[in-house]
C-alpha cells in the first residue's frame, strides 16, 4: 500500500488528461473544481459520434424548400452525418470550450446549434487549423440525443451583442421551444411545470416576452418559460458566475464523492485488500505485495473508483461493489 492517497488529486490528473485530450484549455492553478465545471460543461454541448436516428420537425420540412440551396446542401450533409454516426462537433460554436458563453440555448434549453457551412463536395466535415469548420451564415438548432437528434429549425445567425443596444432576442430559444414542444411534447413531460402560475404581489399573472427573458437569461437569473400557457423549466440554468448549474452540481457531486471514497478506504484498508486477494485468487491471478491504489476513472464501468494498478482489480464506494478487469477491459482504462 502507498504511504499517502489522495483521491481528489487522482480525479485532478484524470480531468486534466481530459481537458489536455480535448485541446480545453484550462490554468494549472485552477481548483479540482474549476477544472470539473469546465469539463462538465465541455460534456453538455459536446455531441459523442455515434449513430442516430433523425427527426425533422414540420416546421422545418416547411421551411426547408424556401432556404437558399446552399443552405438545404449542407442541412443534408448534416442530417447524413448524424445518421452516419460522423463527428461533427466542429460545426458547433466555438463556445464549445468555454463557460459563460453566449449560447443560452443550451444552458437554459438544452439546445445545440450547427454552422451550415459544408459544401455540395464535402464528402466528410472540412475542419480549420483552429479545430472549428468555418462559421456559416445560417444556424441548424437541434436536441442531439444518445440514440436520436431532433432538428428543430434553421436561421440566420443572429447579430453579435453589442453594448449599449438592445439586447438580441435570436439567441433565447423560446420559439425552439414552441416547436419541440408541438413535435416532440412527450421528451418534454419531465420539464413541464403543473399548477404553477408566477403572479406578482397582487396575484395578477406575470407574463414575460422575450426581451425580459433574454435581460433576465443574459443577467444569469433563471425563470421559469410559458408556452401556450404551460410553464416549463427546461434545463437548469446558469449561477451568477455565469457557469452551467448542471455542471457545477456535477462537479460538487464527483469531489464530495471521492473525498467520501478516501475517508472510507483509510478506514477499512486491510478489508478492502483483504477483499482484493481473494478475488484474484479465486480468478487465478496473482496478488501483490503491496497494492498501489488510486481513484482512476474506469471507461468501462463509467466512473471513477479505487483501483489497484498492479492487479487492475477496483473498488467501487457507490455500490461497494468489487470488479476484476481483464486484459481487453484494461485497456479501456484512462491508466
Known amino acids: 500500500m502507498k504511504d499517502m492517497i489522495d483521491f481528489k488529486k487522482d480525479l485532478r490528473d484524470t480531468v486534466a488528461e481530459w481537458l489536455q485530450l480535448y485541446g480545453i484549455r484550462y490554468k494549472e492553478s485552477a481548483s479540482l473544481r474549476e477544472l470539473l465545471i469546465k469539463w462538465y460543461t465541455f460534456l453538455d454541448k459536446y455531441i459523442l459520434p455515434g449513430k ?3 427527426h425533422v420537425s414540420e416546421e422545418l ?3 426547408l424548400p424556401s432556404l437558399p440551396a446552399p443552405v438545404q446542401t449542407a442541412f443534408q450533409k448534416m442530417a447524413g ?3 452516419e454516426g460522423t463527428d461533427i462537433n466542429c460545426f458547433q460554436s466555438r463556445g464549445l470550450y468555454g463557460q459563460g458563453s453566449r449560447d443560452y440555448q443550451n444552458m437554459v434549453y438544452g439546445f445545440i446549434h450547427l454552422h451550415l457551412s459544408a459544401k455540395e463536395q464535402d464528402t466528410l466535415p472540412v475542419i480549420k487549423k483552429d479545430g472549428f469548420a468555418k462559421p456559416g451564415k445560417y444556424l441548424l438548432y437541434g436536441c442531439i440525443k444518445e440514440d436520436d437528434a431532433y432538428l428543430i429549425d434553421i436561421g440566420e445567425h443572429p447579430e453579435a451583442l453589442k453594448k449599449g ?6 439567441w433565447l430559444g423560446r420559439r425552439l421551444l414552441v416547436i419541440f414542444r408541438r413535435n416532440w411534447p ?4 419531465d420539464r413541464m411545470l403543473r399548477g404553477v402560475m408566477p403572479c406578482d404581489s397582487r396575484g395578477n399573472r406575470i407574463n414575460l416576452n422575450d426581451g425580459e427573458l433574454t435581460s433576465l437569461i443574459t443577467g444569469h437569473v433563471n425563470t421559469l418559460v410559458d408556452v401556450d400557457d404551460a410553464y416549463y423549466l427546461p434545463g437548469f440554468g446558469v449561477t451568477t458566475s455565469g457557469d452551467s448549474v448542471q455542471a457545477v452540481l456535477r462537479a460538487d ?3 464530495r464523492r471521492a473525498s ?3 475517508i472510507h478506504y483509510e478506514k477499512n484498508p486491510e478489508f478492502i485488500h483483504q477483499k482484493f486477494r481473494e478475488i484474484l485468487e479465486r480468478n487465478g491471478r496473482p496478488v501483490p505485495v503491496a497494492f498501489d491504489i488510486h481513484y482512476d476513472y474506469i471507461e468501462i464501468l463509467g466512473k471513477s473508483a479505487a483501483l489497484d494498478r498492479i492487479s487492475k482489480s477496483a473498488w467501487d464506494y457507490d ?4 470488479y476484476l478487469f481483464g486484459e481487453k477491459e484494461q485497456r479501456t482504462m484512462s491508466r
Open 52 to 54: 442516430r436516428t433523425v
Open 61 to 63: 420540412s416547411a421551411k
Open 81 to 83: 452525418w448524424l445518421e
Open 165 to 170: 443596444e438592445n439586447l438580441p432576442v435570436d
Open 186 to 189: 412527450e421528451l418534454l413531460e
Open 253 to 255: 457531486r464527483s469531489i
Open 260 to 262: 467520501l471514497a478516501q
Open 319 to 322: 455500490s461497494g461493489t468489487l
